[in-house]
């Protein structure tokens, strides 16, 4: 089981991307959490969505960010709006299959 999150880039402030994390030896079933680490920082959550596509969102992020589930069954995503440069970080993608499984994160770098 392995988690893939791609998507992530340079950015300037006010522009958007969208993350992607793709599953290999699964389908997203239950949970599925998008966290961010900043340099110096610990991981926090940034998005969350459930096995019923309720979603829940760090505050800093709420009305910006929307996670959301793919047509494909092994991909969730995570567009962001409107990115500020303290949303600089990597960004993980995580989600239960025998414990916690853990994405290799993908950088976003957003320029003032």
């Known amino acids: 089981v392995q988690l893939q999150a791609s998507g992530g880039g340079v950015v300037r402030a006010g522009e958007s991307l969208t993350l992607a994390c793709t599953a290999s030896?699964?389908?997203?079933?239950?949970?599925v959490g998008w966290y961010r680490q900043a340099l110096g920082d610990k991981r926090e959550l940034v998005a969350l969505i459930s096995s019923r596509s309720e979603t829940e969102y760090n505050y800093s992020v709420k009305g910006r960010f929307t996670i959301s589930r793919g047509n494909a069954k092994n991909t969730v995503y995570l567009r962001m709006n409107n990115l500020k440069p303290e949303d600089t970080a990597v960004y993980y993608c995580?989600?239960?299959?025998?414990?916690?499984?853990w994405g290799q994160g993908t950088l976003v770098t957003v320029s003032s």
């Open positions: 030896g699964i389908t997203f079933k239950g949970l």
């Open positions: 995580m989600t239960y299959y025998n414990g916690e499984v």
